[in-house]
């Protein structure tokens, strides 16, 4: 097929390249990389940092889940992702890198957070939230499926992610006092149907966080 | 054809290559602008304002929109307001896609590793890192060869997105080298790359941009009284 993506199931940036294609009804064949053997295939294609995803298209691999998302939106021409203006497509870009930037090192930190330590995680986390509830516009009816954007898929994940972290350590992130339109905005389109389809299931993204916590906070 | 010089404001500091960066697109694009100096030591009221989320430079101020930072997102912004002088980024969508992961990896392993290094205090400590510098110049001497294809920058024959992503830089390279003593682009494992530094540092639009050795210095100490390396 002339669309490859390579990836893993619980990936949130894998996760973001599956929404793209979906929304722009590209036919793509999906490739489940085996992490623990990194397969011959990834070192082929993205040797700089041997990591998912990857997106092959007609044969030439690119990688880095944002810049495959400008890559698709500027190849498929429908339900474009990012907006025309310029200062506005500025705006989508710096949220979803503010999202990388900030939130991916939290979860890499609470994922291996001892007891002691996960309030004063939760706090940051819920600071972090608060900010990123900033770049929501009151104003602005809440996205449906045909109207999602770059900067809707860049971000959703946070919330399904952080919504298992909250199960998983038993603390509070997404608190409806602290960021109460960014909890809503997650709340609708997380149960938008596209959304739905590409997210991996809720228990198996729990369980399968939960034991790699466990592996990781046990003495050795 | 320059735009006046109250349609574009840039908070910056003369150190930083971040904002140095801006400064070359600002340069080779030919747009007059108005240079806010900031003291990073002690920051203004505009800046903490103007960039609440991360409080650094560069920070752009275009007419009456609402400040734009981050280099990378305001070169793009750049490009698309002014499209006709000196185009950065390709117009292929393969080659822009190659551009800004290269840019990306560029972020985080060039001025991170020399922060690193300068907060390393040990002797082995600070090989390593030197070894792990010296890594990722061999991989960006491959890139050059790839994406210059003979030519003189990243861009082909005119200075594109990475001759500036990279270019910028430059300054603090030379800074680091001297101050650890060793070489990062070198002729015998960055030949083609250290042919590219020369002509950065001579090329009309840049060099004013690029800090000299004082100010980096000045900079440098700030850094290790407001950063300190780690205790040994």
Redesign the interface.
């Given at each position: 097929m002339a669309v490859k993506l390579l990836g893993i199931w619980q990936s949130p940036f894998v996760l973001r390249v599956k929404l793209a294609l979906s929304l722009k009804g590209v036919e793509y064949e999906y490739i489940e990389d085996d992490i623990l053997n990194k397969s011959s295939m990834l070192l082929q294609y993205n040797p700089?940092y041997k990591k998912v995803p990857v997106l092959v298209?007609n044969g030439?691999p690119?990688?880095?889940s944002l810049?495959?998302l400008?890559?698709i939106d500027?190849?498929w021409k429908n339900h474009p992702l990012l907006p025309e203006d310029?200062?506005e497509?500025?705006?989508s870009?710096?949220w979803a890198?503010?999202v990388d930037d900030k939130f991916v090192p939290m979860i890499i930190r609470m994922l291996r957070i001892t007891s002691d330590q996960k309030d004063n995680a939760a706090k940051e986390t819920r600071e972090i939230l608060k900010?990123l509830e900033?770049s929501l516009d009151p104003n602005k009816p809440f996205p449906e499926d045909k109207s999602l954007s770059f900067m809707d898929i860049a971000i959703v994940w946070v919330g399904y992610y952080t919504q298992m972290l909250e199960k998983m350590l038993d603390v509070k992130l997404l608190d409806d006092e602290n960021t109460p339109l960014l909890n809503t905005w997650f709340r609708v389109v997380l149960n938008l149907q596209v959304i739905k389809e590409c997210l991996p299931p809720f228990d198996k993204l729990l369980t399968h966080y939960t034991n790699f916590h466990e592996r990781h906070t046990t003495a050795s | 054809m320059g735009t006046s010089s109250s349609e574009i404001k840039l908070l910056g500091t003369a150190a930083s290559p971040f904002v140095n960066r801006v400064q070359f697109v600002l340069s080779l694009k030919s747009i007059e602008y108005e240079y806010i100096d900031e003291n990073l030591a002690c920051k203004s009221e505009l800046l903490l304002k103007s960039n609440p989320v991360y409080q650094k430079v560069p920070v752009l101020i275009h007419e009456n929109k609402p400040p734009l930072p981050e280099s990378l997102i305001i070169i793009e912004y750049l490009d698309e307001i002014y499209p006709d002088v000196h185009p950065i980024l390709p117009s292929d969508p393969l080659i822009r896609a190659d551009n800004r992961f290269w840019a990306n990896y560029i972020d985080t392993k060039v001025f991170p590793l020399y922060e690193e290094l300068r907060k390393t205090p040990e002797k082995e400590g600070k090989e390593a890192i030197k070894k792990q510098i010296m890594e990722v110049s061999q991989l960006l001497e491959e890139a050059f060869l790839k994406f210059s294809d003979g030519k003189p920058y990243f861009g082909g024959d005119k200075i594109g997105y990475l001759d500036v992503v990279l270019g910028c830089f430059l300054g603090w390279t030379k800074f680091v080298e001297k101050h650890n003593e060793f070489m990062i682009f070198d002729e015998v494992k960055t030949p083609k790359l250290l042919e590219w530094t020369k002509r950065i540092w001579s090329h009309e639009a840049l060099k004013d941009a690029i800090p000299g050795s004082e100010t980096l210095m000045n900079f440098y100490m700030m850094l290790m009284k407001y950063k300190p390396p780690r205790a040994a």
């Open positions: 700089v298209h030439k690119m990688a880095e810049v495959i400008e890559y500027e190849i310029p200062f497509k500025a705006r870009r710096f890198k503010f900010t900033g | -």
